[in-house]
């Protein structure tokens, strides 16, 4: 990861922020994305897209209506800009007018050149970021709004990746994040400082240690470069090229996990650890950049606001894209209807 200046909040926002800590204030109840609100994509060159895709729409029971079959074969992990308008011409023709977000059941392509393919969809191709990686991203509308209709207020319908490598570990992810909407455990959010300075550009937005009561939630923050043996985990956030101990942890359903690095959403290479790693070890949902970033926390989930807008009842993959402030590199994955707090005051 190359290293670049940290680059703060205007201070207006960064005041906003401290003000709304989520350990100070009462939480909001959202109206979360419905699964009528909700496409699937299904690669049919895939038998595991297929075989994924038709288990998720019954577990959530997204109408039938709302799944849209395309072709992609060879499962090639990035795609250029032209197939990928084709791509999107064709699942957005297949879309009905109150679909809110697009599912996309497979694990490859996850890149647009140097675009996740997730924010490519959702804000459309944004070429300017590869000419320069390292600099900065195009800001996001979507970035800590209320707002709970994306497409109306903001002309963008959300995108998330459900990875397929394994229907085994597909089905157990899905059942996780159903399972996450049943009732509310005791669990803990645990933010890790690391040793590997240049990914600690977010640790100025860890919320503050302690308990949020009314959802039996404890905030922790560490000095530490692994988490281990942890049995409760809702959120755990860290800096590494390489997370370690991951066999040794437990998380709740709806669990998210992110560890700021060049190219955890580089989901099938082996530079550094995949975000598919965290789904595995038992998260929900995830987050990487498919291209060098640099450490711009605006390119990476921002912890306060993450931890905010899920515990106010939004959804995992309203959530996550809520708390990305320049997510053209950043791929989002997992089980996006999972939402541990829906509906609880």
């Known amino acids: ?69 395309v072709n992609i074969p060879g499962k090639p992990q990035r795609i250029g800009i032209e197939r990928f308008r084709l791509l999107k011409e064709e699942i957005d023709a297949k879309l009905k007018p109150g679909v809110q977000a697009v599912l996309m059941v497979w694990t490859a392509p996850y890149a647009v050149d140097c675009n996740a393919i997730t924010g490519a969809y959702t804000l459309g191709f944004d070429a300017s970021q590869c000419s320069k990686t390292c600099a900065a991203g195009t800001p996001s509308p979507y970035f800590n709004a209320k707002s709970n209709a994306p497409l109306g207020e903001h002309a963008m319908r959300l995108s998330m990746l459900l990875p397929t490598e394994s229907v085994e570990d597909a089905k157990a992810l899905i059942d996780r994040g159903v399972a996450a909407g049943f009732r509310t455990v005791p669990a803990t959010a645990y933010y890790l400082a690391t040793s590997e300075k240049a990914r600690n550009t977010r640790a100025g937005f860890f919320p503050p240690q302690g308990r949020v009561a009314a959802r039996r939630l404890t905030t922790k923050i560490m000095q530490a470069d692994v988490l281990e043996g942890a049995q409760d985990i809702l959120i755990y956030q860290t800096g590494m090229a390489h997370v370690q101990k991951l066999e040794t942890l437990k998380f709740v359903p709806g669990a998210l996990a992110d560890h700021l690095t060049s190219l955890g959403g580089d989901l099938l290479g082996t530079a550094q650890m995949s975000s598919l790693r965290w789904l595995e070890a038992g998260a929900t949902a995830s987050y990487g950049t498919v291209s060098e970033p640099c450490n711009h926390w605006q390119k990476f989930p921002n912890p306060s606001v993450l931890l905010r807008r899920y515990l106010s009842g939004d959804t995992a993959i309203e959530a996550y894209w809520k708390s990305v402030a320049w997510p053209a590199q950043g791929l989002f994955i997992g089980e996006p209807l999972a939402a541990p707090y829906r509906g609880r005051r």
Do not use: C, W
């Not at 201070?11 to 922020?17: G, K, N």
């Not at 939480?27 to 288990?55: C, F, K, M, T």
């Open 1 to 69: 990861m190359t290293l670049h200046p940290y680059r703060r909040l205007p201070f207006y926002i960064a005041f906003i922020l401290v003000f709304l800590s989520v350990l100070g204030v009462p939480l909001e109840a959202a109206a979360a994305l419905r699964p009528e609100q909700l496409a699937i994509v299904i690669n049919d060159a895939e038998p595991n897209s297929v075989a994924v895709g038709e288990y998720y729409r019954k577990r959530r029971n997204i109408p039938a209506g709302n799944v849209v079959h």
